[in-house]
Nanobody, 122 residues
Framework: QVQVVESGGGMVQAGGSLRLSCEVSGGTFTSQRIGWYRQAPGQARELVAVISVPGTINYADSVKGRFTISRDTANAKNTVNLQMNSLKPEDTAVYYC??????????????WGQGTQVTVSS
């Protein structure tokens, strides 16, 4: 059974840093697209950063140069990290990890984490 488990988040002052982690487990996948989304109160959920395996990395324009997404496979784990630097109050939101996973020849399947709160105070 696939699990998507997030950790990290919390409260920080503007200019500070936080690190989010998303561990994906429960299968062997022929392709993966794992991303971080965020949703602020009253706003739609938006893509923050995404990494494809194999493939590319993409960022929202609002976080380019401040956030870094990376994948860690040490110790047989499959973890995607989001390092967030120079945080701004407008980064405040619930951050969700999304994993689009495929085990060939089946179709891609979508999984969401439970969400983690990030609050940036001014």
């Amino acid at each position: 059974q696939v699990q998507v488990v997030e950790s990290g988040g919390g409260m920080v002052q503007a200019g500070g840093s936080l690190r989010l982690s998303c561990e994906v487990s429960g299968g062997t996948f022929t392709s993966q697209r794992i991303g971080w989304y965020r949703q602020a109160p009253g706003q739609a959920r938006e893509l923050v950063a995404v990494i494809s395996v194999p493939g590319t990395i993409n960022y929202a324009d609002s976080v380019k140069g401040r956030f870094t997404i990376s994948r860690d496979t040490a110790n047989a784990k499959n973890t995607v990290n989001l390092q967030m630097n120079s945080l701004k109050p407008e980064d405040t939101a619930v951050y969700y990890c999304n994993a689009e996973l495929r085990t060939w020849p089946g179709p891609p399947r979508n999984y969401w984490g439970q969400g983690t709160q990030v609050t940036v105070s001014s």
